[in-house]
C-alpha cells in the first residue's frame, strides 16, 4: 500500500548524486565559517580562501554550477575587503546571504 508511512520509497537516482550540496549548504557553511570568526577576520579571510579552492575544484567537477560558483566568489570578494565594523556589518546583512544577492550597483563591482 502506497500510504504507509514507514517504508522508504526508492528514487531513480537513489545514491549516485546524494554528495551533491544544494545552493543553500554552500552559503550556509560559508556564512558559518565567518560568523565562527566574527571576532577575527583575518581568521575569517583564511577559511575563505581555503574554501575557494573547494569550490574551485567542485565547479571543476561538475558539482557546482556557474551561478552558484560566481555568487560565492562575488561573497568572498566582498567578505575579503571588509575588516573590522564592515565585516560586522556583512555577517549580520541576512540579504547578504541570501540566494540571488548581487551588491548594490550591479555585477560590475569586482572589476570584471
Given at each position: 500500500?502506497?500510504?504507509?508511512?514507514?517504508?522508504?520509497?526508492k528514487?531513480?537516482?537513489?545514491?549516485?548524486?546524494?554528495?551533491?550540496?544544494?545552493?543553500?549548504?554552500?552559503?550556509?557553511?560559508?556564512?558559518?565559517a565567518?560568523?565562527?570568526n566574527?571576532?577575527?577576520?583575518?581568521?575569517?579571510?583564511?577559511?575563505?580562501?581555503?574554501?575557494?579552492?573547494?569550490?574551485?575544484?567542485?565547479?571543476?567537477?561538475?558539482?557546482?554550477?556557474?551561478?552558484?560558483?560566481?555568487?560565492?566568489?562575488?561573497?568572498?570578494?566582498?567578505?575579503?575587503?571588509?575588516?573590522?565594523?564592515?565585516?560586522?556589518?556583512?555577517?549580520?546583512?541576512?540579504?547578504?546571504?541570501?540566494?540571488?544577492?548581487?551588491?548594490?550597483?550591479?555585477?560590475?563591482?569586482?572589476?570584471?
Open positions: 500500500m502506497g500510504w504507509w508511512p514507514f517504508t522508504k520509497k528514487s531513480a537516482d537513489s545514491g549516485e548524486n546524494l554528495h551533491i550540496k544544494g545552493t543553500k549548504v554552500w552559503i550556509e557553511e560559508l556564512q558559518q565567518c560568523e565562527r566574527y571576532d577575527s577576520p583575518t581568521g575569517g579571510h583564511m577559511l575563505i580562501r581555503e574554501m575557494q579552492v573547494e569550490w574551485g575544484d567542485a565547479h571543476r567537477d561538475g558539482d557546482l554550477d556557474k551561478e552558484l560558483f560566481e555568487g560565492l566568489e562575488r561573497r568572498a570578494f566582498h567578505l575579503l575587503r571588509a575588516d573590522g565594523k564592515d565585516w560586522i556589518t556583512l555577517l549580520d546583512d541576512l540579504e547578504f546571504w541570501k540566494p540571488g544577492w548581487r551588491a548594490k550597483g550591479g555585477s560590475t563591482d569586482e572589476g570584471s
